[in-house]
């Protein structure tokens, strides 16, 4: 199936728990088939049977397999964050399955054989997490996977051995960032074996104060916990600015954007930083939703995988477009 209904994916649905702050949660599984080689070790004809066999512990589960994916599709899914940057959609034995909400994704034969991951809107990883487990469930009671009673499920990298799962949520930590607070909370994490990173993950980093927090390790409630307490601060954090700073602040990004040429990457996710957290305190002027940003954001990305010049051009104007009347 060729994906040529490019729908809105799940996690932007308007009815998002702490949505103001966290974007979306999200539980992802690595898991190999048992008798073939990782894909970075594997040969075309042995990926394309790793394939044919994902393919039947899929069948009936409601997911769509799409292939011959367009660079356009390609790039909507990454902003999306429906398959990673590494994903190699046009390599052999390369696949991908959604469902239809766009909630559920799996890819096949990137990292390891399967990558299978729910996202879901807001702060709602228990959610996730049941829509991950009822995937990958139905799918080991057909396809075997890889698992020693020594290192648990064995993945491509041995990092991720063990439970093979990582639970993440991304937040918007704008507030945590303009008090200076955001390095202690950020070491805080880190005692608790949490990591933070980037809107895509280890190669991408924390821009606009958008950061994927993260966990492989752990029990669910101790995720949790964390989880909640940076809500908490981040919340602590709002409240310490004056609605005529963020005013301010917001009507200073909107101008700079709207005036520029063109704009860096960099530059457009702090814009729409901005602007999400104005809209979110129901800022005067903003015209739109703290969701509507979202989706720009994704969008963003996009354009950033032109070529730096050209995607410049491009974001400046796909700003302006969107800010110039605010």
């Given at each position: ?5 490019m ?66 599709e ?84 041995p ?15 704008i ?9 202690a ?8 074996d ?7 993950g ?25 989880c ?50 104005a ?48």
């Amino acid at each position: 199936m060729v994906l040529r209904s490019m729908a809105p994916p799940a996690w932007l649905a308007q009815d998002a728990p702490e949505g103001d702050i966290v974007v979306s949660s999200r539980v992802r599984y690595a898991r190999n088939v048992v008798g073939h080689r990782f894909p970075h070790n594997a040969k075309p004809d042995e990926l394309r049977v790793v394939l044919e066999k994902v393919k039947q512990a899929a069948a009936g589960l409601k997911l769509e397999h799409h292939q011959r994916l367009t660079e356009a599709e390609r790039d909507f899914l990454l902003g999306s964050r429906l398959v990673s940057p590494e994903f190699q959609h046009r390599e052999p034995g390369r696949s991908l399955f959604l469902d239809k909400p766009r909630s559920v994704s799996l890819m096949v034969n990137e990292e390891d054989h399967v990558r299978l991951q729910a996202l879901t809107a807001g702060w709602s990883l228990r959610t996730a997490q049941a829509a991950a487990d009822a995937v990958l469930e139905a799918m080991a009671a057909k396809q075997p996977f890889m698992w020693s009673e020594a290192h648990g499920y064995l993945t491509a990298s041995p990092y991720n051995a063990g439970e093979a799962r990582r639970r993440s949520a991304l937040f918007h930590l704008i507030a945590l960032a303009h008090t200076k607070r955001l390095p202690a909370v950020l070491n805080a994490l880190a005692a608790w074996d949490l990591t933070a990173r980037g809107l895509f993950g280890e190669s991408s980093r924390a821009v606009g104060a958008f950061f994927q927090v993260s966990a492989i390790r752990g029990h669910l409630p101790e995720f949790v916990g964390a989880c909640e307490y940076l809500i908490a601060e981040e919340r602590k954090a709002r409240r310490e600015v004056t609605r005529r700073e963020l005013e301010q602040k917001a009507r200073a990004a909107v101008e700079f954007a709207v005036a520029s040429a063109s704009v860096t990457l960099a530059d457009a996710l702090r814009v729409l930083a901005w602007v999400r957290w104005a809209a979110s305190a129901g800022v005067d002027g903003t015209n739109a939703s703290f969701r509507e940003v979202d989706s720009w954001v994704s969008t963003m990305e996009v354009h950033g995988t032109q070529d730096s010049e050209t995607a410049a051009r491009h974001r400046a104007v796909f700003l302006r477009e969107r800010l110039e009347n605010n």
